[in-house]
């Protein structure tokens, strides 16, 4: 019977064609949305992780309640031995300490005066530690415009777009001035060692990321940390698994009547980001759902019009002794054979697709050249697993629940009339 149904949709395109063709768009459209959106919220989470928040995130709860205000007079001591610990106790995940800190860096001209000067907002990673990934997590390399990476403690990468505005290159100092962890005045002389581009268009207008035993060293800040952060190994973010590390950390170090006792809270509770990981959550499932709907409202129209056309052919189906429930299911056969073919078709048609925008990206730098996001400024989807199969849900449920609400048309055939139509044709 199915090896009948399969030879009867497709020998006869005027049952089959216009409805495999929409069935191939909408789950091109919903297998494509999903792959883009994927990226776009993967793109988000990556960058928030790296720049700001890490997957979790260790502090003094002195620290989280100002964290704004980057507090490194609130910062954690023995920096170096919670994140041995920590990695012993959490191994899942991949721990660094870090140091951000903000101040005015200064650029001299040949003869010592001021020539630029502008605020920034400084990163202090562990870029030299033989077991460090900082450099991997934040492909600096990769990364580089002018210059090179950073060789000594001393030496810093500026954003492109801050050192042109300051007037800076590679092989030149520039001072930071600012304020040490202890509150006194600081002045401190970086090389410049390169510049990069995040991509990242408000980040890059003011960023400089140095070494953590230079930033120390510069701060008055040995075996501190501002923030230890935590990354899952794959760099991808798992909410639940993080919401449930931070509240086991949490569980065992609380201590509410110590504001230097450390807290744990993961990306999640960063700044927005709570709205950000729901929406990513509901927003696949909303995509099926509208698409599901349309495309019942589509194959339920096409199915009465099939039905119309095939009236004789039920008709006589029917005469010839085959039971409604039987010609009902058969349409239904028909319907999860067209169902698989087009979502297959259509998932053939989306997976390249967002595979190029993986791997090429769309740059969209100067739509928002002028705004602050915390996100590339080169879209890339994500071709994730369920990329392959998600399209079969809209594209077999869809059409079968199409045809069956366009069937009902079966059962309303009465014998009698039958009989008349018959007389008549014959």
């Given at each position: 019977?199915?090896?009948?149904?399969?030879?009867?949709?497709?020998?006869?395109?005027?049952?089959?064609?216009?409805?495999?063709?929409?069935?191939?768009?909408?789950?091109?459209?919903?297998?494509?949305?999903?792959?883009?959106?994927?990226?776009?919220?993967?793109?988000?989470?990556?960058?928030?992780?790296?720049?700001?928040a890490?997957?979790?995130?260790?502090?003094?709860?002195?620290?989280?309640?100002?964290?704004?205000?980057?507090?490194?007079d609130?910062?954690?001591?023995?920096?170096?031995s919670?994140?041995?610990?920590?990695?012993?106790?959490?191994?899942?995940m991949?721990?660094?300490?870090?140091?951000?800190?903000?101040?005015?860096?200064?650029?001299?001209?040949?003869?010592?005066?001021?020539?630029?000067?502008?605020?920034?907002?400084?990163?202090?990673?562990?870029?030299?530690?033989?077991?460090?990934?900082?450099?991997?997590?934040?492909?600096?390399?990769?990364?580089?415009?002018?210059?090179?990476?950073?060789?000594?403690?001393?030496?810093?990468?500026?954003?492109?777009?801050?050192?042109?505005?300051?007037?800076?290159?590679?092989?030149?100092?520039?001072?930071?001035?600012?304020?040490?962890?202890?509150?006194?005045?600081?002045?401190?002389?970086?090389?410049?060692?390169?510049?990069?581009?995040?991509?990242?268009?408000?980040?890059?207008?003011?960023?400089?990321?140095?070494?953590?035993?230079?930033?120390?060293?510069?701060?008055?800040?040995?075996?501190?940390?501002?923030?230890?952060?935590?990354?899952?190994?794959?760099?991808?973010?798992?909410?639940?698994?993080?919401?449930?590390?931070?509240?086991?950390?949490?569980?065992?170090?609380?201590?509410p009547?110590?504001?230097?006792?450390?807290?744990?809270?993961?990306?999640?509770?960063?700044?927005?980001?709570?709205?950000?990981?729901?929406?990513?959550?509901?927003?696949?499932?909303?995509?099926?759902?509208?698409?599901?709907?349309?495309?019942v409202?589509?194959?339920?129209?096409?199915?009465?019009?099939?039905?119309?056309?095939?009236?004789?052919?039920?008709?006589?189906?029917?005469?010839?002794?085959?039971?409604?429930?039987?010609?009902?299911?058969?349409t239904?056969?028909?319907?999860v054979?067209?169902?698989?073919?087009?979502?297959?078709?259509?998932?053939?048609?989306?997976?390249?697709?967002?595979?190029?925008?993986?791997?090429?990206?769309?740059?969209?730098?100067?739509?928002?050249?002028?705004?602050?996001?915390?996100?590339?400024?080169?879209?890339?989807?994500?071709?994730?697993?369920?990329?392959?199969?998600?399209?079969?849900?809209?594209?077999?449920?869809?059409?079968?629940?199409?045809?069956?609400?366009?069937?009902?048309?079966?059962?309303?055939?009465?014998m009698?009339?039958?009989?008349?139509?018959?007389?008549?044709e014959?």
């Amino acid at each position: 019977m199915l090896r009948f149904l399969i030879k009867g949709v497709f020998r006869d395109r005027s049952r089959s064609l216009f409805s495999l063709i929409v069935i191939t768009l909408i789950v091109a459209l919903t297998v494509f949305i999903r792959g883009f959106m994927a990226g776009i919220f993967d793109d988000v989470f990556r960058q928030s992780a790296v720049i700001f928040a890490g997957h979790v995130k260790v502090t003094t709860q002195a620290y989280t309640k100002e964290a704004d205000l980057l507090p490194n007079d609130l910062a954690i001591l023995g920096a170096d031995s919670l994140v041995a610990a920590l990695a012993q106790q959490y191994p899942e995940m991949f721990w660094s300490s870090r140091i951000m800190f903000a101040g005015l860096l200064d650029v001299p001209d040949e003869y010592g005066e001021t020539k630029e000067q502008g605020p920034m907002l400084g990163f202090g990673v562990d870029l030299f530690s033989p077991e460090s990934r900082m450099l991997e997590i934040w492909e600096l390399e990769r990364k580089i415009v002018r210059g090179r990476l950073p060789e000594e403690p001393g030496e810093v990468l500026l954003g492109e777009t801050f050192a042109t505005r300051l007037g800076v290159e590679p092989g030149e100092v520039a001072t930071f001035i600012g304020a040490s962890m202890y509150g006194g005045f600081v002045t401190y002389n970086f090389d410049v060692a390169g510049t990069i581009s995040l991509g990242v268009t408000g980040i890059d207008k003011n960023i400089l990321i140095a070494d953590l035993q230079g930033v120390r060293q510069a701060l008055d800040m040995q075996d501190a940390a501002g923030e230890i952060v935590g990354y899952s190994h794959d760099m991808f973010y798992d909410d639940p698994a993080s919401v449930a590390l931070a509240a086991d950390f949490n569980v065992n170090v609380d201590d509410p009547d110590n504001e230097f006792s450390l807290f744990m809270q993961p990306l999640r509770d960063h700044t927005q980001m709570g709205a950000m990981v729901d929406i990513a959550g509901y927003m696949m499932g909303i995509v099926i759902l509208v698409f599901v709907a349309v495309t019942v409202l589509v194959l339920w129209n096409l199915g009465l019009m099939n039905g119309l056309r095939r009236y004789g052919e039920f008709g006589m189906r029917l005469a010839m002794g085959e039971t409604k429930g039987h010609v009902y299911r058969t349409t239904m056969g028909e319907a999860v054979v067209m169902g698989i073919v087009g979502s297959f078709i259509g998932t053939v048609v989306a997976v390249p697709l967002i595979w190029y925008l993986q791997e090429v990206g769309l740059d969209y730098t100067g739509l928002f050249e002028d705004m602050t996001f915390v996100v590339s400024n080169i879209i890339r989807a994500r071709l994730t697993p369920d990329c392959y199969y998600l399209g079969f849900i809209p594209g077999v449920v869809a059409t079968v629940a199409g045809t069956m609400l366009a069937g009902r048309g079966i059962y309303k055939r009465e014998m009698s009339q039958l009989f008349k139509e018959l007389e008549l044709e014959a």
